[in-house]
């Protein structure tokens, strides 16, 4: 092919690109302005006129768009329409509830919702937890060497069978406040880190047909009957759950919710329904997600509970209350909230 007989075809598609810009450019113009208004001040912003001419321009500039990617030589255009395109997607088709609304909307419906509809997946988290508990329990009640192998030395501490009753009351159980710095600043920070690390592995691995998160949570299990035997073989067994219940509550009940969300995920891996893997995953993944959510933000309250409070309370009956009031008012909120009528 000649360069004479391209040179005509490229100055006839650039005339053609300029005269499909000048006919169609009022419309973008025109929705662009909407979809701005709408972005700034909600969809409530925009009169009837507005609300009935925003289908009908999104379409047209949809429709530009097909055109322009097989006519249009200017680059910057079709960024321009493209971008225009998926912010009036945005405001056609996209939720019409505010930021404000939806975050009410999560913890008042959609987070106990979803926990109710993930019972038997929280079941299931539940029995592999009890069962890592009894494991762990029953193998360092009768031999303490067993407790290295369940729990990490940075986990551990001081603590371990060469500890004595009096240690264990004196550098946990019954130890001082550490301060208002040490306590909130690092602490509950460290802690909170530590456990959202683990429930995060535990949620994200269960795509992997939901046998990892299994065995997490039979080791994090392993891990709490480990201590639970060594505090028991010294005598110190109502002080420690006490001492635990403070925190624990909220804090294994975050770790099972996302056990929960992770079997979530690994059901459609197993049993694929009659929509394709993909789309099934997708579809849990959704759940999934609001009780992963809501599992990280249980472990942000354990946190202040365990580096902040725990220590402060000092009687074990009162300890005992605390774990007792917090197990209350999370099984009303995730059992209770969220129903109609």
Request: aromatic share 10%; with cysteine.
């Amino acid at each position: 092919m000649t360069d004479a007989t391209v040179e005509p075809t490229t100055q006839h598609l650039t005339l053609k690109s300029a005269q499909f810009r000048k006919a169609r450019e009022e419309n973008w113009r025109e929705l662009e302005s909407l979809v701005a208004r709408a972005e700034k001040r909600g969809v409530t912003a925009l009169d009837g006129d507005d609300l009935e001419r925003l289908p009908s321009l999104y379409r047209a500039t949809l429709s530009s768009l097909s055109v322009a990617r097989s006519i249009a030589l200017d680059r910057n255009l079709l960024v321009y329409l493209e971008s225009l395109s998926l912010r009036a997607y945005l405001i056609v088709y996209g939720p019409r509830v505010r930021q404000g609304r939806a975050i009410v909307r999560y913890f008042t419906r959609d987070l106990p919702v979803a926990v109710r509809n993930a019972r038997w997946h929280f079941l299931i988290a539940l029995v592999a937890l009890l069962c890592g508990i009894a494991a762990g329990f029953l193998l360092v009640k009768a031999d303490e060497d067993w407790f290295g192998a369940f729990v990490p030395a940075a986990l551990a501490g001081d603590r371990g069978p060469d500890s004595t009753a009096t240690d264990l009351q004196r550098d946990e159980l019954f130890a001082p406040w550490p301060g208002l710095v040490d306590a909130f600043g690092l602490m509950a920070n460290f802690l909170f880190s530590h456990n959202t690390l683990v429930g995060i592995l535990i949620f994200s691995l269960g795509i992997a047909a939901g046998v990892p998160s299994l065995l997490l949570l039979l080791y994090q299990g392993a891990t709490l009957g480990a201590f639970i035997a060594l505090h028991d073989n010294r005598g110190l067994l109502v002080e420690f759950l006490g001492w635990l219940s403070v925190h624990g509550v909220t804090e294994l009940g975050a770790i099972l919710l996302f056990g929960a969300a992770g079997l979530l995920l690994a059901e459609p891996v197993l049993f694929p329904a009659r929509a394709p893997r993909l789309e099934s995953l997708a579809a849990e993944g959704q759940t999934a997600a609001k009780i992963a959510i809501g599992a990280a933000l249980m472990l942000f309250v354990a946190g202040i509970l365990e580096g902040g409070f725990r220590q402060l309370v000092q009687p074990t009956e009162w300890r005992f209350a605390i774990g007792g009031t917090t197990a209350v008012l999370w099984l009303a909120y995730f059992t209770l909230a969220g129903r109609r009528g």
